[in-house]
């Protein structure tokens, strides 16, 4: 079943405590993303790969690390999180082979830092 | 900057209402288009989509949209609601340029009076 797994789906941290949430994805893209969902805001981009050692920031890149070593997995690093990080993240993937693709999301993962 | 513009943030039907979510879109280029639904709890699943040909696309769940390039709009329609589709709903553009990112309105989050 093709799929976009996040681990964990809930996480409670302590301000400055390095987190890792992790991505991984069954369908061979090349395109991963994470996104941060917050109430009347909508889902804001915070990284994206479009392949391999291949990274680039999004709207809302401060305090996030990512990194694209394999291509199924795309980790989202907090080295010291606050508590404005405290937010929904979702994972995504795409083929960016051929014109019109759709995104597939994660579970998500529900952080609170405080 | 490209942005994605939902008319109501939050939106109360009865059952059997007919539904219509306004979204609009700034980018002047070529786009794909995108209704994504989020259940309460949930991650977001593909409504439709629009990549080309027929303006009005039909999606799962009785909704279809609407694609009117001269107004930039990608409009969501339901002839008659049910409390089922209590959800929030984003509409998303993926611009077609360099960064082939994906982006997302603010959501509407629909509520269905049983």
């Known amino acids: 079943e093709a799929q976009v797994t996040q681990n964990p789906r809930y996480l409670i941290t302590v301000t400055g405590k390095k987190l890792t949430v992790t991505c991984s994805q069954n369908m061979n893209h090349e395109y991963m993303s994470w996104y941060r969902q917050d109430p009347g805001l909508g889902l804001r981009q915070i990284y994206y790969?479009?392949?391999?050692?291949?990274?680039d920031k999004g709207d809302v890149p401060e305090g996030y690390k990512v990194s694209r070593k394999e291509k199924r997995n795309f980790p989202l690093i907090l080295e010291s999180p606050s508590p404005n990080q405290t937010s929904l993240y979702f994972c995504?993937?795409?083929?960016?082979?051929?014109?019109?693709?759709?995104?597939?999301f994660g579970q998500g993962t529900r952080l609170t830092v405080v | 900057a490209q942005s994605v513009s939902q008319h109501n943030h939050h939106v109360i039907l009865s059952e059997a209402a007919s539904l219509e979510l306004g979204c609009n879109y700034s980018y002047g280029g070529t786009v794909n288009l995108f209704w994504y639904v989020q259940y309460p709890g949930q991650h977001l699943q593909l409504l439709l989509k629009?990549?080309?040909?027929?303006?009005l696309v039909k999606g799962i769940k009785g909704f279809e949209a609407e694609f009117i390039k001269s107004k930039f709009s990608f409009n969501l329609r339901k002839p008659s609601v049910q409390w089922s589709d209590t959800a929030e709903y984003f509409c998303?553009?993926?611009?077609?340029?360099?960064?082939?990112?994906?982006?997302f309105g603010k959501g509407t989050r629909l509520h269905i009076l049983p």
């Open positions: 629009y990549f080309s040909g027929d303006p």
């Open positions: 995504a993937s795409r083929s960016t082979w051929g014109l019109n693709t759709e995104a597939f």
């Open positions: 998303a553009v993926n611009v077609m340029n360099r960064d082939d990112k994906i982006i």
């Open positions: 790969s479009m392949n391999v050692e291949v990274t």
